[in-house]
């Protein structure tokens, strides 16, 4: 058994071999915690059981086809082609959970807040385990207690916490990437960062997940270039050539040491806009508002993560509340044209070039 945490809080997962304890904690190591014992004054969320194959759950897949179900979706994300779906039941009082696209089977006890989690293959199934430890239960209570998720990379510069906010094309992963490159500085993650307020500071927290990459940003660095995969140069910034990368490739390429810790305080935050000119300006609170609110990830419509769960749920108030903190942290718009301006951007921000 062992506990699977972020801020304080944490899901008992109760494993067998027959999950790939390896695959998840190479997934989410330095981002969250591992301890065989629930620390103390720490909260409990919910409890994960590991129930290995499929044959091994008390309903199958032809039990779930023909009794009433409805058609979920398990995953939004912007890019339609990566959306995988499921179909609910509701038996013997708990959501039988059938993921049509990844093949996992889930048993959903809500008023124990038990969740068994059966799956044929032992790599696959810790990869789902890890989706429903980090997503459906940890972030979703922690936006239920008033935490937001954004749409962000998160960048630890000299133990100084920068976000990166800004929608699909605005320069996140080039950000990201420059970071890696800067002396006790990284890039913590490129896709959702979960931010808190903690004794009237605030704080984020990475949720790491692999990076959808053009091939022309990973070219762009002499360390990921064994990266790109095989697509001519004239392709490289055309959408359809993204494809995913692990960030344990981006950690081993850059030999990224990130520090443990309990989350960053965030002191600036960037809105970056690829551009024809290098420019920055500072935002009033009212423009980081403007900027910010549409990036926010918690209470969106429809749900860029999907709550199929649906234990916990954020209030607008809270959600509201904490944006308003966060506008009073310093804030820039940046037009950036190439690598050398976002070196320049980091350092103008802490005194100091690579």
Same mark, same amino acid.
């Given at each position: 058994?062992?506990?699977?945490?972020?801020?304080?809080?944490?899901?008992?997962?109760?494993?067998? !071999?027959?999950?790939?304890?390896?695959?998840?904690?190479?997934?989410?190591?330095?981002?969250?915690?591992? !301890?065989?014992?629930?620390?103390?004054?720490?909260?409990?969320?919910?409890?994960?059981?590991?129930?290995?194959?499929?044959? /091994?759950?008390?309903? /199958?897949?032809? !039990?779930?086809?023909?009794? !009433?179900?409805?058609?979920?979706?398990?995953?939004?994300?912007?890019?339609?082609? /990566?959306?995988?779906?499921?179909?609910?039941?509701h038996r013997d009082g708990v959501d039988v959970i059938f993921d049509t696209t990844k093949g996992s089977l889930l048993l959903c006890d809500e008023r124990s807040r038990v969740i068994r989690l059966f799956h044929d293959d032992p790599i696959a199934g810790a990869k789902e385990l890890r989706r429903v430890v980090r997503d459906q239960l940890l972030m979703f209570y922690h936006e239920s207690e008033g935490a937001i998720v954004a749409h962000s990379s998160l960048l630890d510069l000299d133990n100084k916490g920068v976000l990166v906010v800004g929608a699909r094309g605005s320069g996140k992963s080039t950000f990201f990437m420059v970071a890696q490159r800067i002396k006790n500085s990284c890039g913590l993650c490129n896709e959702k960062s979960m931010l808190l307020q903690i004794d009237q500071r605030n704080v984020a927290y990475a949720l790491p997940e692999k990076i959808n990459f053009f091939p022309g940003t990973l070219a762009s660095f002499p360390e990921t270039r064994h990266l790109v995969p095989g697509v001519e140069e004239e392709k490289y910034w055309r959408r359809e050539h993204k494809f995913f990368v692990h960030h344990t490739l981006i950690e081993k390429a850059f030999g990224t040491k990130y520090r443990r810790g309990n989350g960053i305080e965030i002191e600036h935050i960037l809105f970056p806009k690829y551009s024809s000119i290098f420019n920055v300006s500072s935002l009033s609170p009212i423009e980081?508002?403007?900027?910010?609110?549409?990036?926010?990830?918690?209470?969106?419509?429809?749900?860029?993560?999907?709550?199929?769960?649906?234990?916990f749920h954020s209030r607008q108030i809270d959600r509201q509340q904490l944006l308003k903190n966060l506008t009073t942290i310093p804030a820039d718009y940046v037009e950036w044209r190439d690598v050398n301006d976002i070196e320049n951007v980091f350092g103008r921000l802490f005194g100091r070039r690579n």
């Open positions: 058994m062992i506990y699977i945490g972020i801020a304080g809080c944490y899901v008992r997962v109760e494993h067998s !071999q027959i999950i790939d304890l390896a695959t998840l904690k190479r997934d989410l190591r330095w981002f969250f915690d591992f !301890q065989v014992m629930l620390p103390i004054g720490a909260t409990e969320v919910a409890s994960v059981v590991c129930g290995g194959p499929k044959k /091994n759950a008390p309903y /199958n897949e032809d !039990q779930l086809r023909q009794a !009433q179900y409805r058609d979920i979706v398990m995953r939004y994300p912007a890019d339609p082609k /990566n959306r995988t779906f499921g179909r609910l039941a980081v508002w403007t900027r910010l609110a549409p990036e926010v990830l918690t209470g969106s419509d429809p749900a860029a993560h999907a709550n199929w769960l649906s234990w």
